[in-house]
């Protein structure tokens, strides 16, 4: 009934910028909390960014001050805003959408598929 798509990603130099988009569609009553992950070559996934239905963000360490997390309600889209690129930056994004159906119904996390960012020294 939902999916989540992400987008934007490629390949860059460093230094350079992107922008990811994270589009749910479906079913939607509302969406809740929405994080960025990211996953390296033979690496586990990890939280980049995620922010709240209050607008309150946070930030892996690795990338304060370069990446940025948005969201435009009106478009069911969460944005990453990601600059100053570094080549440790090269992996695959993931976008994590908690979404409600129904204001009777629980939220249920929906996953992305991903999209690569490679970023070249």
């Known amino acids: 009934q939902v999916q989540v798509v992400e987008s934007g990603g490629g390949l860059v130099q460093a230094g350079g910028s992107l922008r990811l988009s994270c589009a749910a569609s479906g079913r939607i009553f509302g969406i809740g909390p929405v994080g960025w992950y990211r996953q390296a070559p033979e690496k586990q996934r990890e939280l980049v960014a995620n922010?709240?239905?209050?607008?309150?963000?946070n930030y892996a360490d690795s990338v304060k001050g370069r990446f940025t997390i948005s969201r435009d309600n009106a478009k069911n889209t969460v944005y990453l805003q990601m600059n100053s690129l570094k080549p440790e930056d090269t992996a695959v994004y993931y976008c994590?959408?908690?979404?409600?159906?129904?204001?009777?119904?629980?939220?249920?996390?929906?996953w992305g598929q991903g999209t690569p960012v490679t970023v070249s020294s």
């Open positions: 922010i709240l239905t209050t607008g309150s963000t």
């Open positions: 994590s959408a908690n979404i409600r159906h129904s204001s009777a119904d629980r939220f249920t996390m929906y």
